[in-house]
C-alpha cells in the first residue's frame, strides 16, 4: 500500500523566514514518483514538482528546493526567504509505476506567512 | 487554453437527490481523474480513465459514477445523494498516466443538506 504523511498539519511563519515542509512517505514499488502542489486561497491545485525514485539529486527554483532522501523514505520541501504570497496549502503526493493512476496524497500542510 | 473547468461551481443538494459534474479539458489529454477533498484527508481518488470510453475505480468509488464518452470530458454522477458526500471535488488530467504532472480545475463545492 501506498501512503503519503505530512506531519505538520499547520505552520506558521513570519515573512522571510525559511520554512520547511516534511513528507514523509511508504511504498513497496522500487519505481514511484513524487509530487508537491500548491493550493492557494483560491482553491486550485498548482503543480509545483515531480521527481522519480531513481533520482536523488536535490532541486532549486528560485526561493524553492526539495530533499528528496530515500534513505529516511522522505521529499521535504524548503521555501526561503518566506514572502506572504507563499501563503497556501502544500500537498505532497506519491504514484507507484504498477498503480500510477492511483496517486496518494497527504493530508497537506497549511502554511501561514504573516507580514 | 482554458485548461481543466467544472461545472458547476457551487451546488447544495438535498440527501437522496441525483446530480452530475462535469469536468471538460482541452488539452487532448489521455487521463482523467475525478477527486474528493476533505477537511485533514487530502485528496482521494474517486474514478479515472485512461481514455474514451474506459474508466476505473479510484481509493473511495462508492456512490459514486462516472462516464467517459467524450475524450475531453468526463462526468461524476451521484446517484442518491448522501451527507457524506458533501466535499470539493477536483477533476484533473494528464497527457500520461498518474505518474506524471495532473492539471486540476478549479473544484466543484458540494453540500448535501
Known amino acids: 500500500a501506498q501512503k503519503v504523511t505530512q506531519a505538520q498539519t499547520e505552520i506558521s511563519v513570519v515573512e522571510k523566514e525559511d520554512v520547511t515542509l516534511d513528507c514523509v512517505y511508504e511504498?513497496?514499488?522500487?519505481?514511484?514518483?513524487l509530487f508537491w502542489y500548491k493550493q492557494p486561497p483560491s482553491g486550485e491545485l498548482v503543480f509545483l514538482i515531480r521527481?522519480?525514485?531513481?533520482?536523488?539529486q536535490n532541486e532549486i527554483s528560485g526561493r524553492y528546493s526539495w530533499n528528496f532522501q530515500k534513505s529516511t523514505s522522505s521529499f521535504n520541501f524548503t521555501i526561503t526567504a518566506s514572502q506572504v504570497v507563499d501563503s497556501a496549502v502544500y500537498f505532497c503526493a506519491l504514484s507507484g509505476k504498477y498503480n500510477n493512476n492511483d496517486m496518494r496524497f497527504g493530508a497537506g500542510t497549511r502554511l501561514t506567512v504573516k507580514p | 487554453n482554458a485548461g481543466v473547468t467544472q461545472t458547476p461551481k457551487f451546488r447544495v443538494l438535498k440527501t437522496g437527490q441525483s446530480m452530475t459534474l462535469l469536468c471538460a479539458q482541452d488539452?487532448?489529454?489521455?487521463?482523467m481523474y475525478w477527486y474528493r477533498q476533505d477537511p485533514g484527508m487530502g485528496l482521494r481518488l474517486i474514478h479515472y480513465?485512461?481514455?474514451?470510453?474506459?474508466?476505473a475505480k479510484g481509493e473511495v468509488p462508492d456512490g459514486y459514477n462516472v462516464s467517459r464518452l467524450k475524450k475531453q470530458n468526463f462526468l461524476l454522477g451521484l446517484e442518491s445523494a448522501a451527507p457524506s458526500q458533501t466535499s470539493v471535488y477536483f477533476c484533473?488530467?494528464?497527457?500520461?498516466?498518474?505518474?506524471?504532472?495532473?492539471?486540476f480545475g478549479p473544484g466543484t463545492r458540494l453540500t448535501v443538506t
Open positions: 488539452m487532448n489529454h489521455e487521463y
Open positions: 511504498t513497496r514499488d522500487t519505481t514511484y514518483y
Open positions: 484533473a488530467s494528464s497527457t500520461m498516466t498518474g505518474s506524471y504532472e495532473q492539471y
Open positions: 480513465s485512461v481514455g474514451e470510453g474506459t474508466t
Open positions: 521527481r522519480n525514485s531513481f533520482d536523488e
